[in-house]
């Protein structure tokens, strides 16, 4: 196996956190030691207590060429090992251990105690180490995660079979994302703060879980901007396990936040002792911006912004899942702005928390997504049976993504196909119950119950589908019936119906495009899925993909009653052809034309 690449710092070093923030930590991230354990037997075979026989560079998966291993085959488990020093200055502090995501079921020793377990494979989870370890004293760290491709689970778009095939794609197994530690008071801490902007009062409600309540003690929140401190807000922390905070912003201090201006408020959250003193503190930020429904409209600050959404997988060449660098996570957002789009749908995965705070700083609309595809179960019209597993899965994606001003939707699921009939199944209870769950979460962003495919839930905020017709003019009839409360609705090959009828929610084609436009094949005839792939026959000049481009997302722009869409998507993901960049993030088709197509004012943006 070959050694793993090691930089002069640790690979990822910014702080993965950024809405929630402690001066003190130390990333974990770098050489591990690494085991494969095709057979699932290493808890048996005493990997727990000895050095393992291979390295790995973290926070990069196994399979991916930035770890230093590169290993594509099916990994059943894997194993990692490290020995750190915690610094000596963390005294009189409980240590906690922080995995960014781990892929899929995990379970964490330290010094030979287990900390922790935690199945899925896109949510963060923490281990308290409470009295494992003290300031000054070495850690060892090691981590089992398992990923069968044999169970149900939640795999987002990893492959179940050996090689990629068609918009499925190479696996992550174990950890990729950074792992970290964080000193707390021992007494009482923050716990992960919920923000929520009240546009209509100018306010922000400020939520603070803590870890004890004390007596004597209180909590407090500063707001800022440019010019210095907004307003101050202060409540007892020794009477609610979460106390809550009102900060009403003086008018002449108030600015929303829009993809036309980001504005975002520095946000100081602090626990105060008897004394006065500060027991513990956190930096945080906000966005000043509200969503809301009007019938068929969906309104941000009150107002029509036409949502010109690109799909976006969050993919890698040589990370995967995991990007290579932040500065990867940036560029994304500003190559789809460059192109025209004003947002993402993040797709079949919940993305790296860092990518949020660039969309929050940027003005870019994000809808939030589950990797939920991986429960297909075979059986005749009971065919996915998503498990508790995936509720309790968004249910944390949720928390921790909760206070991001750029999110401006929910998407628990992503084309669930079942035909509708006279029993109710596991799918049609799971739909339900993350749709619930979000309104119950956060009842300040709309919720598609399912995207495209298989609406479940007759209350849906948001109706949508998903059409991959590639002659404009067709695609035009397709979607003509919206101004007549007829919108396209995905159905069965067949023609049996998946859905429950649609009720007049704002509605948008939250798929389409995904045009097969590969150069380099141009010139070849057939559809080599096995090399490059995409929807419709491949057009054989540049000049005729970006008329095409134009043609089918023009035929949403021109929709009164359309509120946006989402094109597939922003670059190639392997061996799907079908993005507007190559997979490298290079140029793949005039740019500025594509943008050019896109920014024309939308129908729905003049309907008064």
Not at 49 to 63: G, K, M, S, T
Not at 119 to 137: H, I, K, Q
Not at 277 to 282: F, I, K
Not at 446 to 463: C, K, L, M, N, Q
Request: with cysteine.
């Amino acid at each position: 196996m070959p050694a793993p690449y090691l930089p002069d710092e640790p690979p990822r070093p910014e702080y993965p956190r950024p809405q929630f923030t402690r001066d003190a930590w130390l990333n974990l991230n770098g050489e591990w030691q690494f085991e494969i354990d095709r057979s699932d037997t290493g808890l048996e075979r005493g990997l727990t207590d000895r050095d393992l026989a291979d390295r790995i560079l973290v926070p990069f998966c196994p399979e991916s060429e930035l770890s230093g291993v590169g290993e594509t085959d099916f990994l059943e488990a894997v194993w990692y090992r490290r020995t750190v020093t915690v610094p000596a200055e963390w005294t009189d502090s409980r240590v906690l251990l922080h995995f960014g995501a781990v892929d899929h079921d995990t379970t964490v020793w330290a010094n030979g105690r287990e900390v922790a377990r935690h199945r899925g494979g896109f949510t963060s989870f923490t281990a308290d180490l409470g009295d494992t370890v003290a300031a000054g004293e070495e850690l060892t760290v090691v981590v089992r995660a398992r990923d069968s491709r044999h169970t149900l689970q939640a795999r987002g778009k990893q492959a179940t079979w050996y090689a990629n095939t068609h918009c499925h794609y190479t696996r992550t197994t174990g950890i990729w994302q950074t792992v970290w530690l964080e000193p707390v008071p021992r007494t009482v801490a923050l716990r992960r703060p919920r923000i929520t902007p009240e546009l209509a009062t100018g306010s922000f409600l400020v939520e603070l879980p803590l870890s004890a309540n004390l007596a004597g003690h209180r909590v407090r929140a500063t707001l800022s901007d440019a010019d210095g401190v907004v307003v101050t807000a202060e409540g007892r922390a020794d009477l609610d396990l979460c106390p809550r905070l009102t900060l009403a912003v003086p008018e002449e201090r108030r600015r929303t936040w829009s993809p036309a201006d980001p504005h975002l408020y520095d946000l100081a959250l602090e626990v105060l002792g008897p004394d006065g003193t500060v027991v513990d503190a956190v930096g945080s930020y906000a966005g000043l911006r509200s969503v809301s429904v009007r019938g068929k409209e969906l309104l941000l600050n009150g107002e029509r912004l036409f949502q010109r959404l690109v799909l976006d997988q969050g993919y890698y060449p040589d990370g995967l899942m995991t990007a290579p660098s932040d500065a990867a996570l940036l560029k994304d957002i500003e190559l789809g702005i460059a192109a025209g789009f004003n947002g993402a749908r993040l797709h079949q995965k919940v993305f790296e928390e860092r990518f949020l705070y660039h969309a929050d700083r940027l003005g870019y609309l994000v809808w939030g997504e589950f990797g939920d595809w991986g429960c297909e179960s075979g059986v005749r019209d009971d065919n996915q049976r998503p498990d508790a597993s995936y509720v309790t899965q968004w249910l944390e994606a949720l928390e921790r993504d909760h206070s991001h001003p750029s999110i401006v939707g929910w998407c628990p699921l992503n084309e669930t196909y079942q035909n509708l009939h006279d029993r109710i199944t596991v799918l049609d209870d799971v739909t339900h119950a993350m749709f619930i769950a979000t309104k119950q979460a956060d009842p300040t962003r709309p919720v598609i119950d399912a995207s495209g495919y298989a609406h479940r839930v007759p209350e849906t905020d948001v109706y949508d589908s998903h059409c991959y017709e590639q002659d404009p003019a067709a695609f035009a009839k397709i979607m003509a019936g919206l101004a007549e409360n007829r919108p396209y609705v995905n159905t069965g090959p067949d023609g049996r119906t998946w859905s429950v009828p649609y009720r007049g929610q704002p509605y948008f084609c939250s798929e389409f495009g995904g045009i097969w436009w590969d150069p380099e094949a141009a010139a070849a005839a057939g559809d080599d899925s096995a090399s490059s792939w995409g929807y419709g026959e491949r057009p054989r000049t540049e000049a005729e993909f970006v008329e095409r481009f134009r043609g089918l997302t023009g035929v949403l722009l021109d929709d009164p009653g359309m509120f946006g869409y989402c094109y597939t998507q922003l670059t190639d993901v392997f061996q799907e052809r079908n993005g507007v960049y190559r997979f490298d993030r290079s140029e793949k088709a005039d740019t500025a034309a594509l943008r050019e197509a896109q920014l024309r004012t939308a129908a729905y943006e003049n309907t008064p």
